[in-house]
């Protein structure tokens, strides 16, 4: 079978919704054994509920990403009972905002989920990659290699992991372990609904419509179009993948000049 993660155990943070959960989702059913790493443990415990219900095998673990010590101890505790082949550094944070509008706070949180969430798991899961190899997934995004209005922070962290992938893929590849990264445009998920609903109350069809066309192809994506990319890169079949970040826009890079 293509794709085959048979017996192969993945870690995947932020697996409680959106792209991480489509992601643990795909994974179980290409045959890994999926730890969602998860601040909301109830929202793991149901997406772990439903990946066992139809036959997969997933855990869910209540984690901070980033507090260093919180990983660590997550990683260790799933790193001794199986080898962990797979990190998959989805959890993140929004925030809207130019620099005036953003405040040290604001600024701090993000990137304590956005970059030293990415930099603790990558921390935290290389003991039991160096030995026999591994793969690490970073969820970048479009706003990381080009400007977009009101994304000062965001913008600024997703940067930062896309050159943090550059670097673990440079300095790792030696230990056979590979590091790629997904830049997404916009993705419908829960978040694009809880946007809408809080900045535009009673316009939300009417807006969600407009940052659709935002893409030249016409839509929004999906989280299981990220998710099939991520089985891909995770997979043997992207073997020789590796040091590069894959933008899944529907052509908002290439083709949005006029």
């Known amino acids: 079978m293509k794709f085959d993660l048979t017996q192969k155990t993945a870690v995947v943070t932020g697996g409680g919704s959106g792209i991480g959960s489509a992601i643990a989702k795909t994974f179980a059913s290409h045959g890994a054994h999926v730890h969602i790493l998860e601040l909301d443990s109830e929202a793991a415990e149901a997406v772990t509920t439903e990946i066992t219900e139809t036959g997969g095998t997933a855990f869910a673990h209540e984690c901070n990403v980033s507090i260093q010590d919180q990983v660590v101890e997550t990683m260790a505790a799933i790193g001794t009972s199986a080898?962990?082949?797979?990190?998959?550094?989805?959890?993140?944070?929004?925030?809207?905002?130019?620099?005036?509008?953003?405040?040290?706070?604001?600024?701090?949180?993000?990137?304590?989920?956005?970059?030293?969430?990415?930099?603790?798991?990558?921390?935290?899961?290389?003991?039991?990659?160096?030995?026999?190899?591994?793969v690490v997934l970073n969820m970048a995004s479009i706003a990381g290699s080009m400007g977009?209005?009101?994304?000062?922070?965001?913008?600024?962290?997703?940067?930062?992991?896309?050159?943090?992938?550059?670097?673990?893929?440079?300095?790792?590849?030696?230990?056979?372990?590979?590091?790629?990264?997904?830049?997404?445009?916009?993705?419908?998920?829960?978040?694009?609904?809880?946007?809408?609903?809080?900045?535009?109350?009673?316009e939300e069809a009417a807006m969600f419509e407009k940052l659709s066309k935002t893409q030249p192809i016409g839509r929004m994506g999906t989280s299981q179009e990220v998710a099939d990319l991520a089985l891909y890169l995770c997979s043997d079949e992207a073997a020789f993948v590796t040091g590069t970040d894959f933008p899944i826009d529907g052509g908002f890079i290439k083709l949005n000049g006029d």
């Open 83 to 134: 080898p962990i082949d797979i990190l998959v550094n989805n959890a993140g944070i929004a925030h809207i905002g130019n620099v005036e509008e953003t405040t040290a706070t604001d600024f701090d949180r993000v990137f304590d989920i956005n970059v030293k969430g990415v930099y603790n798991c990558i921390f935290g899961v290389l003991p039991f990659m160096k030995d026999k190899g591994g």
């Open 148 to 202: 977009i209005n009101k994304r000062f922070a965001y913008s600024a962290s997703k940067g930062a992991v896309l050159t943090m992938t550059y670097s673990v893929a440079k300095d790792y590849v030696k230990f056979g372990i590979r590091c790629n990264s997904i830049s997404p445009a916009r993705i419908h998920s829960p978040l694009v609904d809880g946007y809408l609903e809080k900045n535009f109350p009673g």
